[in-house]
């Protein structure tokens, strides 16, 4: 239990501290002046040394999108998407930038569900790292309860604190099983953006083969597989092949 306890509080420790990046207000400068390469330079920076924030990936989608480079656009509206998915502005954005791309998916139109549409903002209420510091806290809140019961003297004290662990446990079981889908979906529903011009889908993986298809920038597909400089991705029914990993980037 003592090792347990010095591993949760490592755990603790390590996941709330906050990793900083200098170049982020950089970014916000030259953003604001107007020199939006400056302003990608700097954010991607933060990016690259593996500072994760859905605004960072925001305001980076809309500096790509004020120099005119759609893909990276998509692709960071998307990445802020996968942290945040109820975030309006982030969705507008994506939205907006998804007309202005040649290559389109038709997708029929679906009635929105008013059950599935609040499990879904439900699910979505909290993003998954402050799921992991709310399963964090929930287990510490645990302890306590067990602790103070052991050391209460008082029976109705400890029935009191032995209830109360119980609705604790229960919200906990919850939050854990929506961290868990969400890891899940994260490693195996993986998207991409054609950031290139445009991108050659050939049969196989390596120049040699046919090219069946070719891509325009901003067209998001299925990752199916990344593998020595290969994308093997899949759009809709009609699109299955490779393309080179330097054409398509990969939504975080």
Not at 18 to 47: H, I, M, R
């Amino acid at each position: 239990m003592k090792r347990f306890i010095i591993f949760l509080a490592i755990l603790t420790a390590s996941l709330f501290a906050t990793p900083e990046c200098n170049s982020l207000y950089t970014g916000a400068a030259a953003y604001k002046a107007g020199d939006f390469a400056t302003a990608v330079d700097a954010w991607q920076t933060c990016v690259d040394n593996g500072y994760k924030s859905g605004d960072l990936y925001y305001n980076l989608g809309n500096a790509y999108f004020r120099e005119g480079r759609l893909g990276f656009s998509i692709l960071y509206y998307e990445s802020a998407l996968r942290l945040d998915p109820t975030n309006d502005d982030y969705l507008h954005n994506l939205k907006y930038v998804q007309t202005k791309t040649k290559d389109k998916v038709a997708n029929a139109d679906e009635e929105e569900n008013p059950i599935l549409t609040f499990f879904f903002k439900a699910h979505h209420f909290l993003s998954l790292k402050q799921q992991l510091y709310a399963i964090l806290i929930l287990i510490w809140a645990i302890i306590a309860l067990c602790v103070m019961r052991v050391l209460s003297a008082n029976p109705k004290t400890k029935n009191a604190l032995y209830i109360c662990v119980f609705p604790v446990a229960f919200l906990l079981g919850l939050t854990g099983i929506s961290a868990g889908y969400k890891i899940y979906m994260e490693n195996t529903n993986s998207k991409g953006v054609v950031t290139a011009k445009s991108a050659d889908i050939t049969s196989g993986p390596a120049d040699s083969y046919q090219t069946l298809n070719m891509l325009s920038e901003g067209t998001e597909v299925q990752v199916l597989g990344v593998k020595d400089g290969w994308v093997h991705l899949q759009l809709g029914s009609q699109v299955n092949g490779f393309a080179k990993i330097s054409e398509v980037g990969i939504v975080k």
